[in-house]
């Protein structure tokens, strides 16, 4: 069976409502047509529209209208609409908002940059259209194709599906680099000059799950604060990272800290700060941040697609002691989850967790691992990590 076959087969944990409309926002390469293609029927009560077509784009950034005219040369006939990469023609959104409101017409709209329907004040549909992200693959939508090594090296776009070999995986993961650059950024005149930010995207990339220095990036880069402050606001909207939020219970305090940001994909983030080329050994520093940033972006999608509403922070204390993941739980205690990499959990690994669980009574202290074996050290329960997502709510 080749990639192809294996990624049509694939069943993704998304589940959008077919009695609304709505937006399927994600980064490129995340399989967003895919998915809608086997969502929806190809048949005549589905009428797809890509603006990825040039051919399309142009056409309708020229006469947003003709959409309804489409619409009402079969009236009734057509259910829903898909809008592939919404983005590309922001004006379509007002024919959709009047359909919506009129007609029992129904609208898929996928986009993988937020950053211009916000920029031209675009009509949102103020609630009338659901919005759901799609992520790389999860570990479990992979079930007995995911590959821990391979994830942690490569990612899960699912692209790579249909790649056999290191040499082909190496080559999508730095083409999906330039293209993000070249059509994302520069094809969308997200950015005046493209040079200053290539190169912080790759710093951004070199500190992925550290706390942001905004200063010493700025200095790093030859921009200002602000300017940098701006930069990860286009990787936020153009669904390329995430920032993860300091831990505290008042909302003005944490404001005053700076955030952690991770890419979306582990692939990706190699791609970004050129080290695709470089074997991740287990035991080591950088195979541990790996798996850290795999955990956590599972976390946010898990959280996701199960609709959980559940808050994800760190938390750093001023003599650097830190809990990886702080996770309040609508309904539950919070959980304290520390992120370990090591085949073997002892006491060493607990220590800082138990005083932090000291200090939090109502809490539940959990380390996710790769140890096989569930077991109890004092106040903290560690888990092999696919075994904690479920146990912290996020898998059913």
Known sequence: MNGVQIWSMVERLIKPLKTNSFFLFGARGTGKSTFLGSYFPHN????WIDLLNPEEEDRYARNPQELAGCLDAAPGKIKWVVLD?????PKLLDVVHSRIESSGAKFAMTGSSARKLKREETNLLAGRAFVHSLFPLTHCELGDGFNLDSALMYGTLPGLLKFDTDEERVSFLRAYALTYLKEEIWGEHIVRKLDPFRK???????CNGEIINYANIARDVGADIKTVQSYFGILEDT????????????????????????LFDTGVRRALDRTLTVELKRGTYAYGS??????IAE????????????????LRTKDDAEIDLIIERPGASTALV????????????????????????????FILSTDPIVKRIGKVVA???QRGLKELGLLQ
């Not at 912080?200 to 070199?206: H, K, M, S, T, V």
């Not at 669904?239 to 991770?262: I, N």
């Not at 976390?299 to 760190?314: A, G, Q, T």
């Not at 370990?340 to 109502?362: C, I, N, Q």
């Open 290 to 295: 790996a798996f850290e940033h795999l955990v």
């Open 44 to 47: 005549e009560e589905v009428l």
């Open 239 to 262: 669904l390329l990272g995430f920032m993860l939020e300091p831990y505290h219970q008042s909302v003005r305090k944490r404001q005053r800290q700076a955030p952690k940001f991770y």
């Open 338 to 365: 520390e992120v370990k990499s090591t085949p073997r959990v002892d006491d060493r690994d607990t220590r800082s967790l138990e005083r932090f669980a000291a200090d939090m009574p109502k809490a539940e202290a």
């Open 200 to 206: 912080f995207i790759e710093i951004a990339a070199q």
């Open 299 to 314: 976390s946010v999608r898990l959280n996701e697609y199960r609709r959980k509403d559940f808050r994800f922070s760190y």
């Open 383 to 385: 888990f092999p990590w």
């Open 85 to 89: 990469e919404i983005q590309k023609v």
